[in-house]
């Protein structure tokens, strides 16, 4: 189906026209359109062009009405203030607007990005034989709201989950499990992510253990990184094993947040390392990267230490050991060349600028990197507990992310039985689960990514307020009015005359696509939230004020539904996109 055309578009285009006619060598202009208190919209370009054209502001805004033809869409267009235009539309132009939209249940009219690319998006890192806590959550509801947004506009998106599954550490857990062989064998075949992450967390506190009071093991730990960085087939195979298991857990995470992913997606640092000496080479024969006391490393004329001595990137240490910096690099490499992407898009914590910051310029100047294909890091905040610092618990450990999770459950639970009207024990646990990780996402996501937000559970699942409950809520309601409805259908009546709060309803529907493509464009899910936000603050006014299956005739009675599932479907569309789910009944 095309793509419709939005009542913001359609006013711009009439108005640019207008404009054109009223002062030619202005060449084209931006009517500077926005929603307004004061009328449908108002146009504020005319103040900047008079002033460039050194005229009257007001004399121009009366010659560009004038040129204004009113018709289905522009019921009234005036002047008003130093040169502003105050434009009403008609009744019949929202109703037959939002009637194309329905009519793409699908896409709601959404039209697809005009020159779409590839972009891989780095996002939901966990490492191998750790636990998963609250400061691995941003980087999986962040990045996966980013990638079903680009998706949604027509962008390839390649999916990548750089998992810390290399390292030092693995030679110790080696080592350990080779010699206490049956550490990781489980009772039976089907392992629960619990069980495996029991596993994994006891085989390395007792590893760790052993390491820190056994010299001698410490030299076979040592020893057995040796054999795992030269490929060694028995240590690889046990290294597999701490993958492998690591994967179940990882996977048992990922499905409580309901997010999808798949294991051809995870390509962890391991999965650089045959291309670490090359870029290394590379690097060193370009001038790019210069030998400074046995290290490899890459300096920057603005990036020095307290001493105002450089800091450099170090790509090879001086011990031949490769930094974090290789691999990253490597991987822009093989995203850029082996991937074909335009854009890298690095949903990575805030803390970790600096280091992005010197790998993408590096990869700049190696020639990697360049106009046509660009790197981007997502950076995002903190996440804080009601006291303002960094979430732990009263030990002052760091929160594991499954307790989290599952405490959000319970307390959505909780909201859901005392509202729950006519449903089962298995149906309150259903919707308490797609309540509370909706609740935990919508928080995280509501807040601009490089912001750091408090994670305060009570107001998380609050029936009131910027919350997934409300508009989860919301949701509910439309469809409880549907099915109450019985055999009577939406139908659009473009001929009604509308109430203000149907006019102000149907015109934010409208703008579901404009948010969708500024949301995507600028990686910046907080304007599909503040967007829903509104959607479902707008409905409830009109639900409020406008009677629906009371309403005045069976025409009206249609219309009404009909702007109730309309608006049903861009708070689905609109949730799905961020990865929240919108329960029929609550």
Known sequence: MAPVTSLTASVNQRLASALSAALPEAGSVDPLLRRSDRADFQANGILALAKKAKANPRELATQVVSQVVTDDVIKDIEVSGPGFLNITLTDGAITENLAARYADPDRLGVPFAENPGTTVVDYAQPNVAKEMHVGHLRSAV??????????????????????????????????????????????????????????????????????????????????????????????????????????????????????????????????????????????????????????????????????????????????????????????????????????????????????????????????????????????????????????????????????????????ASAVVREKAQDLSEEEIAERGTQVGIGAVKYADLSTSANRDYKFDLDQMVSLNGDTSVYLQYAYARIQSILRKAGDVRPFAHPELELADAERALGLHVDAFAETVAEAASEYAPHKMTAYLYQLASLYTTFYDKCPVLKAESPAQVENRLFLCDVTARTLHRGMTLLGIRTPERL
């Not at 599954?165 to 049956?182: K, N, V």
């Open 142 to 411: 962040i990045g996966d709201a980013a990638v079903h947004l680009l998706e949604f506009t027509g962008e390839t998106v390649v999916r990548r989950h750089h998992i810390g599954d290399w390292g030092t550490q693995f030679g110790m857990l080696i080592q350990y499990l080779d010699e206490h062989p049956h550490e990781l064998d489980h009772k039976d075949t089907q392992v629960s992510g619990e069980e495996a992450m029991s596993n994994l967390d006891r085989l390395y506190k007792a590893a760790r253990k052993h390491f820190d009071s056994d010299e001698e093991f410490k030299t076979r730990a040592r020893r057995r990184v040796v054999d795992l960085q030269a490929g060694d087939p028995h240590t690889l195979a046990t290294w597999q094993k701490f993958v492998d298991e690591s994967k179940i857990y990882f996977f048992s995470v990922f499905d409580k947040l309901d997010m999808e992913i798949r294991d051809a997606d995870i390509v962890g640092e391991s999965g650089y390392n045959d291309m670490l000496a090359e870029t290394c080479r590379l690097l060193e024969e370009s001038g790019v990267a210069v030998r400074s006391e046995g290290a490899l490393c890459v300096f920057f004329d603005d990036v020095k230490g307290p001493d105002g001595n450089p800091v450099p990137l170090i790509v090879k240490k001086s011990d031949g050991g490769y930094g974090y910096a290789a691999t990253d690099l490597s991987a822009i490499r093989d995203r850029v060349f082996n991937l074909k992407a335009n854009t890298l898009l690095y949903v990575v914590d805030a803390r970790q600028s600096l280091h992005f910051k010197m790998v993408f310029e590096t990869a700049r100047r190696a020639g990697w990197l360049n106009d046509d294909v660009h790197a981007v890091q997502l950076a995002f905040g903190t996440v804080l507990g009601k006291d303002g610092k960094p979430f732990k618990t009263r030990e002052g450990e760091t929160i594991r992310l499954v307790d989290l999770l599952d405490e959000a459950i319970e307390r």
